[in-house]
């Protein structure tokens, strides 16, 4: 039920309903009285953004626009829930969209968030992100932009993200000290700046244990899918990887059931690591060893940055970098 709908079964304008609503006495009593029971009557509902929005000339929108790459990622859904919790505790409202992993949808929505007039976004981009003139446009138009998780290095904007080095080369060396020698290295394509992070916290702890990089162990694969597909092919090497650093869960899950599969006995044999630490990770068997993220974190550091440049804490022109802290969960994937 809406404005609208209310207008035309009433045979009203819908500023007549509006006035009606917010009880303005340029209506008759009769007729507000006769609108009003009948928006009760039926379950009718303000739309407390649309309200912000309409007016908005006399005060500041404090609607926050956030773009997330997938719903359904544990990661991207456990920064949401932090960005809505820190944002409803500190009187701002959020809408959300997903961008797919899309250039053109990312871009799309960025549009739509400016003639919405959002106070601020916060986003992480798009893995097929490579132009970044959406983003330009919200900061030329003066719209607060925060970057989490995969951040726009070509843009001095503010960001916050996990430490995603620091994560993977203690990951990684743990996995040596188990006594790994050949591990393989799971990660994404290197045109975003979160897979250069740990991809070079990876080379790092080899380096810094004494041992040598060997480009056939580093794979592109991000996902259970391509895991299982890839794995089988790693296991019949002369020589076979003992250890596996998976980029995240999913992926590391898709090295463990294709081991498993392939009956070699974990941790004994094979050790994974992972990078996420969602439900999934004590959901097998053994429980996965991986880095926890603190995507709740995250997300509420993003909102508590965006406010500051809303609300004027922080100047307009200055771009915050905060690094939330990793933590290595050990489980029964390693020995």
């Not at 897979?195 to 162990?217: I, P, V």
Request: aromatic share 8%; glycine share 6%; with cysteine.
């Amino acid at each position: 039920m809406t404005m609208k709908d209310i207008a035309r079964q009433l045979g009203v304008s819908v500023a007549t309903v509006s006035r009606a609503l917010s009880d303005s006495p340029s209506i008759s009593r009769e007729r507000r009285e006769a609108i009003q029971a009948y928006a009760r009557e039926h379950n009718y509902m303000p739309n407390a953004i649309a309200e912000q929005l309409r007016h908005s000339r006399n005060s500041p929108v404090k609607v926050i626009g956030v773009i997330v790459p997938e719903f359904v990622h544990y990661y991207f859904a456990s920064v949401l829930t932090g960005i809505e919790d820190e944002a409803t505790a500190r009187g701002y409202r959020i809408v959300v969209a997903r961008s797919a992993e899309s250039y053109d949808r990312e871009r799309d929505i960025c549009a739509r968030f400016m003639q919405s007039k959002v106070c601020g976004v916060i986003v992480s981009q798009a893995k097929d992100t490579v132009q970044y003139d959406h983003f330009e446009r919200l900061q030329a138009t003066g719209v607060p932009l925060v970057f989490y998780d995969r951040i726009c290095p070509a843009l001095n904007a503010s960001r916050v993200v996990v430490d995603d080095y620091m994560g993977t080369l203690k990951a990684v060396s743990y996995l040596i000290e188990r006594g790994c020698r050949r591990i393989a290295y799971y990660g994404t394509d290197m045109n975003m700046e979160i897979a250069k992070n740990r991809y070079n916290g990876y080379k790092d702890a080899l380096y810094k244990n004494g041992l040598s990089l060997d480009e056939t162990l580093v794979q592109v694969c991000d996902n259970r899918a391509d895991a299982e597909r890839i794995t089988p092919r790693m296991m019949r090497m002369a020589e076979r990887p003992d250890g596996f650093f998976a980029v995240n869960d999913d992926t590391a899950l898709g090295i463990l059931n294709s081991v498993q599969r392939l009956h070699f006995v974990v941790p004994d044999e094979v050790q994974i690591c992972g990078f996420t630490n969602d439900w999934r990770a004590t959901s097998c068997e053994p429980m996965l060893t991986t880095v926890e993220q603190r995507g709740m974190e995250v997300g509420r550091q993003a909102v508590d940055v965006l406010i500051g440049l809303v609300e004027g804490s922080l100047p307009a022109d200055h771009a915050e970098k905060r690094v939330v802290k990793t933590n290595l969960i050990v489980r029964g994937t390693t020995r």
